[in-house]
């Protein structure tokens, strides 16, 4: 294919946003199939076996990489909605405070369940 | 003046009646995978949460936790959201495959958003099977 020959302006955040939403995207299904696989695995899993599954502190650390990646796309999902929906500016910026205050506030959360009562 | 051959400036913004429109099919798994994520966003991650937490707290709390999603109330949110993220993984993996330029044409895409659709809603149902 030709590249045509432009200039391209601007400060690319689109492509940024565009890239990590595939990323967190790939870690994000990788994930569900690793947790899938233990399912069905084990044969479903009772409380002993969580328990167990959480133990592993390699588990723990795919769950840490698999919320960031939550968090992360739901980051630049959120904000592509309130960009479309939300036309008045103080209105929007407010949903979009509210929404990253949220998700710092679920990632502190994840660390506390995965490491808070070890 | 040519300016004055050109057609009169139509009005804009052009607002559009999106109740008059008649969504092509891709178009309407596009709309379901933007409503799945914010379904996800609002319900399904502090639930996740709640849930892990929950499971992982303590046999007692293990068991409660249990009895809670196994009210019909909260089965039926554990489907809604079953649903939203097969819906919003079927048509991302569709996204990451036009990504890689597989499936661009119009007949395959449309083929694809309706293996998404279909699918989501298949394997929600076997998952309602096992709720229920």
């Known amino acids: 294919m030709v590249m045509p020959n432009r200039i391209v302006v601007g400060a690319h955040y689109g492509w940024r946003d565009w890239l990590v939403q595939r990323i967190t995207a790939v870690v994000m299904a990788l994930y569900t199939l690793l947790v899938l696989g233990l399912l069905l695995w084990h044969g479903g899993l009772d409380y ?29 999902g959120v904000r592509n909605i309130a960009m479309d929906y939300v036309k008045p500016v103080a209105v929007r910026l407010t949903v979009q405070v509210a929404v990253i205050v949220l998700l710092v506030g679920y990632a502190g959360w994840t660390i506390q369940v995965l490491w808070g009562g070890a | ?29 596009s709309i379901l995978h933007r409503a799945s994520g914010a379904l996800l966003f609002l319900i399904g991650i502090p639930l996740l949460l709640w849930a892990v937490q929950r499971a992982l707290a303590s046999p007692e709390s293990w068991a409660q936790m249990r009895v809670v999603v196994a009210y019909p109330l909260g089965k039926l949110v554990v489907l809604a959201l079953a649903w939203a993220y097969l819906h919003h993984f079927l048509a991302g993996i569709r996204h990451l495959l036009m990504d890689l330029h597989i499936g661009m044409e119009l007949p395959s895409a449309r083929r694809s958003a309706a293996v998404v659709f279909v699918l989501a809603l298949v394997l929600t149902l076997a998952v309602a099977v096992k709720l229920w």
Request: hydrophobic share 60%.
């Open chain 2, 1 to 29: 003046m040519a300016a004055l051959d050109r057609p009169a400036a139509k009005p804009r913004p052009v607002y559009l009646n999106l109740l008059a429109i008649r969504l092509p099919l891709p178009g309407f798994v």
């Open chain 1, 48 to 76: 002993a076996g969580w328990k167990a599954t959480f133990g592993n502190e390699l588990f723990r650390l795919a769950t840490f990489v698999f919320m960031v990646s939550v968090l992360w796309h739901a980051w630049v």
